[in-house]
């Protein structure tokens, strides 16, 4: 079956524009995670969706940021009002449920905001 | 609060010499922690769990709690093992914390 899959691949904008980012899981994954990692950074966690509870929202930078997701299926990250420093790779993970089953990425989006 | 430490960004080993990436941790409570690897042009993938006590690929890491550590080993490096490397804790119930990095590169 397929990964976890995101689009676009790369995407550039303008300082200001709204982006939106997708993700598609893995069918039948609960849990589904947005991370970001820029450049010689870390990944750091953004958000976290598991079924139809209340989102962990705790990673968020700023309320520039928002994620949806409908049930069990796909998400999207939007980014408004964009910024140089949200330049990034965000990257999308899945698991069958919370707790320690492994987290299944996707390949990323590369963000650039010039 | 939560934090993975890798201190080395690179690390550059010859091929069939023992291979060593350190993790340092700071957690509170009981940690969980990994190894994920992200080979050339691949995804970010887990390479093993601190609480299954496995050997993948010939890695293993073991989970010292007085030294807050999680280095992760391998007896005899191959070119294949080429790669970025990082550390994740698992902090609360839901996300993971992850450090930044270690690149290695193996040198045939």
């Known amino acids: 079956g397929a990964g976890v899959s995101q689009s676009p691949s790369n995407k550039v904008t303008e300082k200001g524009k709204d982006v939106e980012l997708r993700c598609d899981p893995i069918?039948?994954?609960?849990?589904l995670y947005w991370y970001r990692q820029r450049l010689g950074q870390g990944l750091e966690f953004l958000i976290y969706?598991?079924?139809?509870?209340?989102?962990?929202k705790s990673g968020l930078p700023s309320d520039r940021f928002s994620a949806e997701r409908t049930g069990e299926s796909v998400s999207t990250l939007t980014i408004q009002r964009t910024q140089q420093e949200d330049s990034a790779v965000y990257l999308c993970?899945?698991?069958?449920?919370?707790?320690?089953?492994?987290?299944?990425f996707g390949p990323g989006t590369r963000l650039t905001v010039l | 609060a939560q934090r993975v430490t890798q201190p080395e960004k690179l690390l550059s080993v010859f091929k069939g010499a023992p291979v060593e990436l350190k993790c340092n941790y700071s957690?509170?409570?009981?940690?969980?922690l990994f190894w994920y690897v992200q080979y050339s042009r691949q995804r970010l993938q887990l390479l093993l769990r601190?609480?299954s006590r496995e050997s993948i690929k010939g890695f293993t890491a073991d989970l010292n709690k007085g030294e807050t550590s999680f280095h992760l080993k391998k007896p005899f490096a191959q070119e294949e093992d080429s790669a970025m490397y990082y550390c994740?804790?698992?902090?609360?119930?839901?996300?993971?914390?992850f450090g930044t990095g270690t690149r290695l590169t193996v040198i045939p």
């Open positions: 993970a899945s698991s069958v449920r919370q707790g320690r089953n492994e987290q299944f």
């Open positions: 069918s039948g994954h609960t849990a």
């Open positions: 969706f598991q079924g139809n509870s209340a989102p962990d």
């Open positions: 957690y509170s409570g009981s940690p969980e």
């Open positions: 601190h609480i």
């Open positions: 994740a804790l698992k902090s609360g119930a839901n996300n993971l914390f």
